[in-house]
């Protein structure tokens, strides 16, 4: 979900969970897309893109 747009906190609270450091450890991860696209993201900032 999180991959996916919804908000951790949404999910956090769609998961049942008090404490939003436990979903973010059990739920969120960063998947292939995700890393390119922070890598693309930062270029572009740095100038390099």
Known sequence: MTNNGVPD???SAWAGHSDL???KKVYVHADPQSLKAGSEK???????A
């Open 21 to 23: 450091s436990v979903t």
């Open 9 to 11: 906190t949404v999910v």
């Open 42 to 48: 930062l270029n572009e900032l740095l100038g390099q």
